[in-house]
C-alpha cells in the first residue's frame, strides 16, 4: 500500500477503505474519514465519541473502525486525535462545493471568508479553498479545527491549507485585512532577532562579530558567547555557518567547523564521578 | 616588501594583544599576527583567575597583584567588557601540613603588601554552605578575582585597533624571521614581508617555533591542562577557589601525601570558577602531552571526583563541555619577558604558564617599555632571556 512506502495513503486507497461511508451515507451529510494506518496504542476517537460511531476495543492497537450510520458529524474527534488523522467531508453543498475540516495547530489562524492555498497530503497547493469555520473552542484541546469549502472533486484530496501572513489572503471588506495590507508588516530588526537562545546572542552581535574579524562559527563564539550556553550549538551552530556563508560570500562546507568537545550532550555529573576501574 | 612597521607582535593571545595595546598606546605602528583567529591558543580554553596567593610568595606574587590593578584600570580604558570580577579567592585546606605550609606562605605574602588572611572552619562553611565536610580552613585574598580571558583579547584589538592604529591579521601564518647583519629586518608570512627592526614572539607555547626562525632555542614546551563545564547554575560557591594541594604539588611535589594517586597521576587538583554567564569551571589537571588537545575522560573522571570532594552537590548537576588547552610551561615556572641579546631586534614574551592571564597586563606593558628603552614598571632581571645563557637546554 502507498501508506506503506510514502506514509500517507493515496487517494484510491482512502476511497476504497471499508471505513469509507456508503454512497447513500454520503448523501446523507457530514461524515468523517479516519486516515489511521498505524497499529499504535490509541484510543482518544473511540473515548471521545458520544455515539459510539467509533471502535477501537481491545487489545488497544486495533486499527479504529467507522460506523458512519451512527455518527453526526460533530468533528470531536478530529481534534482529539493525536495523530491528527481524522478529517471531516461533506459532499453536494450549494454551487457544488465540498466541505473538508482538518486539525490545524499552527497561527496565525485565518478567518471566515478567507480565500487560501488549500494544499493535499503531502502539502502541494491543488486549488484554492474558503474558510467556512474556525473551531478553537477549549474542549479541543488546543487542536483548532478549520472547515473549508473546495470545488468538487477535491474533498478527499485536500487535507490542509498554506497560510502565512493573514494580509495575503484576506477579503477587503474585512477591516483588519484592510489595515494589514496598507501596514505590511515590518522588517525584523537583526537586533530583535535571537540566534543564539541559551546566551540571547541576536543577529546584531553576530553582525558585529563578522566586522571585528570572526570568519568561521568560533570567531562567532568567542565574540558573542553564542553556542556556549546549555545546549552547547546544537540550535544555532548551522544558523550561524548560514549567516557567515551570507555575509562572507563563502558556500557553507568553505567554513572552517567549530571545535567539537564532549559531551556530545549535557551528562550528568554523578555519571562521570566514578573510579577509573568504573566504580563508584 | 609592504610598508614598514616599528614592531610586529606574533600571537593573538592574551600576551600578543596586551603586547600589541601597550605598544601602539605609545603611539607605535604596530602590527599583529597570528596564525588562527585570536584566543586560538591557552587563552581560550583557560579559565579567568586574577590571583596573587597562588604565585611564589615575592617578585611573582607582585607581578600578579600589579596586573590585576591593571585589569581595574583597563576595565574603564577598554571598548570591551572584560567581566572583571573582584570577588576574593579561596584556598582550601585539607590537612594539618597543608595549613602549616599555607600559613608559612601567606606570611611572606604578607611581609611582600599582599592583603589575606585564614578563614577558620565555621567562618568558612558559613559562608561557603555547599563545601564538602572535613576542611580545617582556607586562606583568603578579598582582592583577587577573574575576568573572561577571551574578551580581554577581543578588548585588547578591539580598542588598540580603533583608537591607536593597530593592524591586526588574523588567519596569517608567520613563516620566517629575516635578519641583516644580524639584527631582525622583517617578518614573512604566507602572504607577504613586513619590514620591521622589531618583532614580538608571544605565540606561547608555539613560542620555540618562532624561536627556530633565528636559531634560538626556548625553553617552553606545552603543559596540558584540562577543565570541564557545568551547567549554569546559582553560583555553587561565592569566589574563585581552589585546594591548597594545587600550590603544594606546583612548588613543593615531595610534600604530596602518596606520589601514586591518582591526583598525581594526571595532575589534578581542584579550581572552581563561577563565570559570568552562570556556567561553573571546575579544573584541573597538568600533564605533558606534546601538542594533543584531545579531551580525556580518564582525566575528565578524575577531575570531578576529586571535585566531589569539595562540592558534593555538584553530583546533581550536567557537564556541558570539556576543554583543554597547552600552557606553556617554562622550566623555572616564570615567563619570559626580554630582549634577546644576540639577536637584537628579536623581543620574547611568552612562558606564563597557567598564569598568562593573570599577568597579561603587566607582560604588556614591561614588553611595550622595555622595547622602548622607558622606565620598567618592574625590574626586568628575574624575566630576562639571560637567566637561561650558558645552559643546554636541549
Known amino acids: ?280 | 616588501m609592504e610598508k614598514s612597521r616599528d614592531v610586529v607582535v606574533i600571537g593573538g593571545g592574551v600576551i600578543g594583544t596586551a603586547t600589541a595595546y601597550y605598544l601602539a598606546k605609545s603611539g607605535l605602528k604596530v602590527t599583529l599576527i597570528e596564525k588562527g583567529d585570536l584566543a586560538a591558543g591557552a587563552s581560550g580554553s583557560c579559565d579567568g583567575e586574577t590571583c596573587s596567593l597562588d604565585h611564589a610568595p615575592g617578585f611573582d606574587a607582585g607581578l600578579a597583584n600589579m596586573s590585576r590593578g591593571l585589569y581595574q584600570r583597563l576595565v574603564h580604558e577598554l571598548m570591551f567588557d572584560i567581566e572583571y570580577r573582584q570577588y576574593g579567592m579561596l584556598v582550601l585546606i585539607e590537612s594539618e601540613k597543608e595549613r602549616d605550609f599555607m600559613l608559612d606562605r601567606l606570611e611572606k605574602h604578607m611581609r611582600n603588601g599582599l592583603p589575606g588572611r585564614y578563614v577558620e572552619a565555621d567562618e568558612l562553611y558559613r559562608r561557603e554552605p555547599l563545601l564538602g565536610p572535613g576542611l580545617l580552613g582556607a586562606l583568603e585574598s578579598p582582592v583577587d578575582g577573574a575576568v573572561q580571558p577571551m574578551n580581554v583579547c577581543i578588548a585588547f584589538t578591539k580598542t588598540a585597533r580603533e583608537r591607536y592604529g593597530l593592524e591586526v591579521r588574523l588567519h596569517e601564518t608567520v613563516t620566517d624571521i629575516k635578519l641583516e647583519k644580524g639584527r631582525v629586518a622583517s617578518v614573512v608570512t604566507e602572504k607577504g614581508e613586513i619590514s620591521t627592526a622589531a618583532v614580538v614572539n608571544c605565540a606561547g607555547a608555539w613560542a620555540p617555533f618562532i624561536g627556530e626562525m633565528v636559531g634560538i632555542d626556548i625553553p617552553i614546551k606545552p603543559r596540558k591542562g584540562q577543565l570541564v563545564v557545568v551547567e549554569p547554575t546559582a553560583p555553587l560557591l561565592s569566589t574563585h577557589c581552589f585546594e591548597a594541594f594545587y600550590i603544594v604539588n606546583k612548588f613543593h611535589p615531595e610534600l604530596a601525601n602518596d606520589p601514586n594517586s591518582i591526583q598525581e597521576k594526571y595532575g589534578i587538583a581542584f579550581s572552581h570558577e563561577p563565570t559570568a554567564s552562570g556556567t561553573t569551571l571546575i579544573g584541573g589537571s597538568r600533564a605533558f602531552k606534546g601538542y594533543d588537545t584531545s579531551s580525556d575522560i580518564d582525566v575528565v573522571q578524575a577531575i570531578l571526583n576529586r571535585a566531589k570532594r569539595f562540592i558534593p552537590a555538584l553530583e546533581k548537576l550536567h557537564v556541558i563541555r570539556t576543554y583543554s588547552g597547552l600552557r606553556p610551561y617554562c622550566e623555572d615556572h616564570i615567563s619570559i619577558i626580554s630582549p634577546v641579546s644576540e639577536v637584537p631586534g628579536y623581543y620574547i614574551n611568552a612562558g606564563a604558564e597557567g598564569d598568562g592571564v593573570g599577568i597579561a597586563p603587566v607582560a604588556g606593558l614591561l614588553m611595550s617599555q622595555l622595547i622602548q628603552g622607558h622606565e620598567p614598571i618592574v625590574d626586568p632581571a628575574p624575566l630576562s632571556w639571560d637567566r637561561f645563557k650558558g645552559r643546554n637546554h636541549g
Open chain 1, 1 to 280: 500500500m502507498p501508506v506503506d512506502i510514502n506514509g500517507y495513503p493515496d487517494v484510491e486507497e482512502v476511497l476504497s477503505s471499508s471505513n469509507y461511508p456508503s454512497p447513500e451515507r454520503q448523501a446523507e451529510g457530514k461524515y468523517v474519514v479516519i486516515e489511521c494506518y498505524q497499529e499504535i496504542p490509541c484510543n482518544p476517537c473511540e473515548t471521545v465519541c458520544n455515539r459510539n460511531a467509533i471502535k477501537v476495543g481491545d487489545p488497544i492497537t486495533n486499527l479504529p473502525v467507522y460506523i458512519a450510520e451512527s455518527c453526526n458529524g460533530c468533528g470531536l474527534c478530529i481534534a482529539v486525535c493525536p495523530g491528527q488523522a481524522i478529517f471531516l467531508v461533506e459532499k453536494n453543498l450549494e454551487g457544488g462545493r465540498e466541505l473538508v475540516g482538518f486539525p490545524y495547530e499552527y497561527l496565525p489562524l485565518p478567518e471566515k471568508g478567507d480565500m487560501v492555498p488549500a494544499v493535499n497530503r503531502t502539502g502541494e497547493v491543488v486549488c484554492e479553498g474558503r474558510i467556512e469555520r474556525v473551531l478553537t473552542h477549549k474542549g479541543l484541546d488546543m487542536t483548532n479545527v478549520i472547515y473549508m469549502s473546495v470545488p468538487e472533486g477535491m474533498a478527499d484530496v485536500v487535507r490542509s491549507m498554506r497560510y502565512r501572513k493573514k494580509a495575503d489572503y484576506r477579503h477587503v471588506e474585512n477591516t483588519r485585512a484592510r489595515e494589514a495590507a496598507e501596514n505590511p508588516a515590518e522588517e525584523e530588526k537583526p537586533e530583535d532577532v535571537i540566534v543564539c537562545r541559551c546566551e540571547e546572542v541576536t543577529l546584531q552581535d553576530v553582525y558585529d562579530a563578522i566586522d571585528d574579524g570572526a570568519v568561521d562559527v568560533r570567531g562567532v563564539k568567542i565574540r558573542t558567547r553564542a553556542g556556549m550556553g546549555l545546549c552547547q550549538g546544537k540550535s544555532c551552530e548551522k544558523q550561524i555557518q548560514k549567516i557567515l556563508s551570507q555575509k562572507l560570500g563563502l558556500s557553507p562546507e568553505k567554513l572552517v567547523p567549530d571545535n567539537k568537545r564532549p559531551p556530545v550532550r549535557a551528562i550528568g555529573v554523578k555519571s562521570l564521578m566514578r573510579n577509573q576501574d568504573g566504580k563508584e
